[in-house]
Each structure stands twice: as C-alpha cells, then as structure tokens.
C-alpha cells in the first residue's frame, strides 16, 4: 500500500525542519566528486519541497550551508554557492505555479553578491505565495543567531528601550531569524547521524526527531511520509502527562 495513504492530513505537523546530510558521502561511494552529491541534493529538495506542498505542510525549513560550512575548501564552497545561485534562479518559476514562498534565515550578509542577489529577488517574486514557505537556511547556526538575539536585546536595555525584567521566551522568540514562523515540530536528519549541529536548537525544544539512515540525495517523497507515519504515532506531551 502506498504509504501516503497512512498519513492522517488532520494531524500533520505545520512545520518540519531538516538537516540533508550525507551528500559527500553518496557521492564518494560512486567514485565521484563531493559536488556531485550536492547537485543530486538539489533533485532532492525538489522532491521533498514539492511533496511537502502537496500533503499540505505549511512551512519546510532545510538546512543548505551553515556557519561551520564556510571552513570547507575552497573549491565546495564556491561549488556550493554556485550551485545555490542557480537552483535558486531557474527554481522561481517552479515556486510560483506551486504557490510557494521562499525565504531564507542565518547571517545573510555572508553570502557572495550573486548569490545573495539570486536569494532576495526569488524571495520577492514569491513574497505573495501562501500554500506554504520554503525556509532556506543560509550561513545559519543556532548559536550565532542566539548570540545576536542577546546581542539586540542587551543594546535596547543599555538604550533605556527595554526594561530586563520583561526579557521572557516570547521576547527572546521575536529576535530571533525564525520569528516570523512556528517553532518546527518534526526535525528530520539523513544520513544516520544523530547530532542536530547547531540548527534551530532553540525552536526544536518540543520537537519530534527523526533519524533516517538514508543519504540525502536518497531521500525521496516516500521516505517523508515514513516520517510522518512515524511522528503520527508518537504521543506528545510538551513536558505535561497524559489525563
Ligand atoms: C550535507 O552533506 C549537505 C550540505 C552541506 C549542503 C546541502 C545542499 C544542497 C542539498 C544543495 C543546495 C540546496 C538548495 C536548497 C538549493 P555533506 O556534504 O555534509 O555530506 P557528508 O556528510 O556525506 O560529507
């Protein structure tokens, strides 16, 4: 039976956040450059993003290039933001008929010209697109966004434009990059390991994770629904007990 049809679309997550992992090591395994694996990454985010929109999913969050990231050589760097550059560009067209909204977080400002250039133009031709918001994670890592919300908030109390007292989760929630949308509430990683690399540590506090042994590049729209499966029958209970 198609494993689609085991996913109750009453009780799906509104947002699911993923860390694709494992794109060096399928390629390696074929004999292939690292980049290789990034560029049947890309087929990837296309299957993923396209079924998430389809099941109803509001908000996907992918992890594409972190903070640590920019200490690869040189070459995959740039690869990488070549290849960002491009899926970002001939991506729009897509994104627009599937109504989709692309936005991005993490210290954008570190981005090369182009790429950045790609990423805010695509996000404006999309801003009006409300079945769902594609989140790219750029230059992202937990601790450096934390580190400016804390950073934000101590300059408004030193400026007498807030009281630290009134500091609390909410507060702290809103100075965040990802405070314009729900916390996630599936994390899924690929590639069998099970560490979470300094992404969205503080919005996963109540989140289900979900480890796959699977290769990103591997990952396809039936594997999704496996972890939907999964985290449908798992019971949550935010800290509280069950009446
Ligand atoms: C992790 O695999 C993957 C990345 C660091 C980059 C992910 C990028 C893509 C899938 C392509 C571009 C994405 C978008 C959204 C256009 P790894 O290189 O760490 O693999 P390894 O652990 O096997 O070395």
């Known amino acids: 039976m198609d494993p689609k049809e085991h996913i109750d679309l009453e009780k799906l997550p509104s947002h699911v956040a993923v860390i694709m992992d494992g794109n060096g090591r399928w390629a390696q395994r074929q004999g292939k450059e690292r980049v290789f694996g990034h560029e049947q990454g890309v087929k ?13 999913i509001n908000y996907l969050t992918l992890y594409a290039f972190s903070t640590e990231n920019w200490y690869r050589p040189k070459e995959e760097v740039s690869a990488l933001m070549k290849l960002l550059v491009q899926t970002i560009g001939e991506e729009t067209k897509t994104l627009m008929k599937n109504n989709i909204r692309l936005q991005a977080i993490g210290n954008l400002t570190d981005l090369d010209m182009k790429c950045l250039a790609e990423l805010k133009e695509a996000m404006r031709i999309t801003s009006g697109n409300d079945r769902m918001t594609l989140i790219l994670a750029l230059s992202y890592s937990s601790r450096w966004e934390i580190v400016e919300a804390a950073r934000k908030l101590s300059e408004k109390a030193y400026h007498h434009q807030l009281d630290p007292p009134s500091i609390n989760d909410d507060l702290f929630s809103q100075c965040l990059n990802t405070a314009p949308y729900p916390d996630p509430e599936l994390l899924i990683r690929t590639s069998g390991e099970y560490r979470l690399s300094n992404f969205l540590l503080w919005q996963i506090a109540y989140a289900e994770l979900y480890f796959t042994p699977k290769l990103w590049p591997d990952f396809t729209r039936n594997d999704l629904y496996e972890a939907l499966i999964d985290f449908q029958k798992r019971e949550r209970r935010f800290g509280k007990i069950t009446s």
């Open 44 to 56: 990837a985010v296309r299957e993923i993003t396209e079924a998430a929109a389809e099941l109803g």
